[in-house]
């Protein structure tokens, strides 16, 4: 489809992306997911393509590309059909190593950031708790100062790329209110466990321990006591990229599907001739198409530099639900072929279910839109 938004130059990405995922990347996918990690060869190999810095400076390896290759990106990302190896790339682009870039110190960035674009060091970034999840202002996690350091106590849990991740941009409450403070995921004190998920299995998920951990007051990202504020502002980023994600996904699944309904036949024709199936096609086709111009409108919005916290909300609201439905109704239409694990949309089936829970639930962004809407509540840029 034109569109208003792509140059040449993003077609010419978009293009050599998809092949490079295709043929490096792809191939990997079930030892992957068996292993349930993306080993540090395929990190490094994305670094090297300059996948990990697409939006950063380029004075640490980043592209400074505009944020229309970000959106090519994450379509992509999303496309090749690996939800746990989407999230765990564009947590750590996006959200872990996001917050550095922005706010972060030029030895900060020459420490974790440098290394983060090249793929040589995994990041994470640690918001909820077993305790607290939603409401991020609620965390307990405590950093007392003592003697230029801060000596971290407390509990995080569901962190994506935690359990290999080399450090971890992690949302502590210290003494002047929340602060984000990178911790090294081999300090002593830091105890991570890796949890069993429903699917995303590709990327780990760990519950992560502080017990005492001594981390230097230089780790803290931008000012101390503004964690909060930089964390709701990057949570715009974040849900773009969520609903980004979740387009290019179901851009794949409609995709499997449409070639399954031409080659499995039933009565004596293709499926693919059944109105009922095709109809219902032709609205999952409209729908997705719909939630992809909203989630291009969005992110025009974020170019613009509007704080456009309405459209990115509804963008990670209408793009995850709509994902649950989508991998639904084309797994029906793979009868019971779609219920076997060789089949992609078993996978994807799976992977589609924790879109409306992670990076913010369904409710939290109905609560955030219905209070822009009917409260006139307006929202702050931070960065
Ligand atoms: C696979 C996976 C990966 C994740 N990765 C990360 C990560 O990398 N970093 C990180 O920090 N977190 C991560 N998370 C955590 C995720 O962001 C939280 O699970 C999510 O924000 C919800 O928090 P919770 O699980 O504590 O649910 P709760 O906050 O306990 O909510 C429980 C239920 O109550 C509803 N609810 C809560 N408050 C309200 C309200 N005010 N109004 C209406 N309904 C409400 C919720 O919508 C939900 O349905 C991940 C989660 C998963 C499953």
């Not at 409401?135 to 003697?147: E, F, L, M, P, Y």
């Not at 909300?313 to 639900?321: F, G, N, P, T, Y």
């Not at 992977?351 to 929202?379: C, F, H, P, Q, W």
Request: aromatic residues 12%; negative net charge; charged residues 25%.
């Amino acid at each position: 489809m034109i569109s208003p938004y792509f140059k040449e130059e993003h077609k010419l990405f978009r293009q050599s992306l998809r092949d490079f995922l295709r043929s490096e990347i792809a191939p990997h996918f079930d030892e992957w997911e068996a292993q349930q990690q993306i080993p540090r060869w395929a990190w490094a190999k994305m670094g090297e393509m300059g996948y990990l810095g697409l939006g950063h400076e380029e004075e640490y390896g980043g592209m400074d590309a505009d944020f229309w290759y970000s959106v090519v990106f994450l379509e992509e990302l999303g496309r090749i059909g690996n939800g746990g190896f989407g999230c765990a790339i564009s947590v750590h682009q996006y959200m872990a190593l996001n917050h550095i870039a922005r706010a972060g110190s030029s030895a900060q960035k020459e420490e974790f950031l440098r290394p983060g674009i090249a793929g040589k060091k995994i990041a994470a970034l640690a918001i909820s708790e077993p305790d607290v999840g939603s409401n991020v202002q609620g965390i307990r996690t405590s950093a007392t100062k003592a003697d230029g350091y801060f000596i971290v106590n407390g509990s995080k849990t569901f962190i994506s790329n935690a359990y290999y991740a080399d450090f971890i941009t992690t949302l502590v409450k210290t003494e002047s209110g929340l602060t984000l403070l990178i911790i090294p995921g081999d300090a002593p004190g830091v105890q991570r466990t890796k949890l069993k998920k429903m699917g995303w299995h590709s990327s780990d998920t760990a519950e992560i321990h502080f017990d005492q951990v001594k981390i230097p007051e230089s780790h803290v990202v931008g000012q101390e006591g503004m964690g909060f504020y930089y964390i709701m502002d990057s949570f715009q980023l974040e849900r773009l990229a969520g609903g980004l994600l979740a387009v290019g996904a179901m851009d794949s699944i409609l995709h499997l599907t449409g070639k399954y309904m031409q080659e499995r036949e039933a009565f004596g024709r293709p499926i693919g001739k059944f109105q009922v199936l095709r109809h219902r096609m032709a609205d999952l086709q409209t729908e997705v198409e719909a939630c992809r111009q909203l989630a291009y409108h969005a992110s025009w919005l974020f170019t613009q530099s509007q704080f456009a916290v309405k459209e990115a909300s509804m963008v990670k609201l209408h793009a995850s639900e709509l994902q649950k439905k989508v991998a639904d109704e084309c797994l029906q239409m793979f009868g019971g072929y779609g219920y076997m694990e060789e089949y992609p949309i078993c996978r994807a089936y799976r992977d589609s279910r924790v879109g409306t829970i992670a990076g913010g639930t369904s409710e939290i962004m109905r609560e955030i839109i219905a209070k822009m809407t009917l409260d006139d509540i307006k929202y702050d840029k931070v960065y």
